[in-house]
């Protein structure tokens, strides 16, 4: 668990990881359930939201604009009119952020931090008005906290 969890760094590592698990690594015999290789497509589009295949053509609905350390984003949806994602920064101490957004159709619209447990809100609704592809929001993200980001049409 460890090797999956606290103890990964970067995606190579987790790409390679596995590979311990086969025989004549650290056991002699194979360890199956162990040695499933993650898909490098499927962690592409969980955290991008790309639904096809990116290197044909990418149609990635968002770019996190944060280092790539402590953090994991997972898009769980992702539209011409919405965009949800959770999100989780295993640091310490808050962590400020950003997203670019490329798909979302023009038009007013309002975004919210949730935290996923308590289905509370973290911060105000804000509101966002998409007049292109290149869209930016920023948030702060609570230290160990499961949250989720929802991008919603404005009321």
């Known amino acids: 668990f460890p090797g999956y969890t606290s103890e990964v760094r970067f995606t190579d590592r987790v790409l390679t990881f596995p590979r311990l698990f086969g025989s004549d690594m650290m056991f ?3 360890v199956p ?3 499933k290789r993650p898909d490098p497509d499927l ?3 969980a955290a991008t939201g790309d639904r096809g295949a990116f290197r044909v053509f990418p149609l990635n609905a968002v770019r996190w604009l944060t280092p790539p350390r402590a953090i994991a984003a997972l898009v769980t949806h992702s539209s011409r009119a919405r965009f949800t994602a959770e999100l989780f920064h295993f640091g310490e101490k808050p962590r400020a952020m950003g997203a670019e957004l490329y798909l979302l159709a023009p038009g007013r619209y309002s975004y919210i931090l949730i935290d996923a447990r308590a289905e509370l809100e973290l911060a105000p609704r804000r509101e966002l008005a998409v ?18 980001l929802k991008i919603l049409p404005a009321e």
């Open 28 to 30: 002699p015999e194979a």
């Open 33 to 35: 359930a162990a040695s």
């Open 43 to 45: 962690l592409y589009a």
């Open 131 to 148: 007049t292109g592809p290149r869209t930016r929001i920023e948030l702060e993200l609570p230290p160990q906290k499961l949250c989720v």
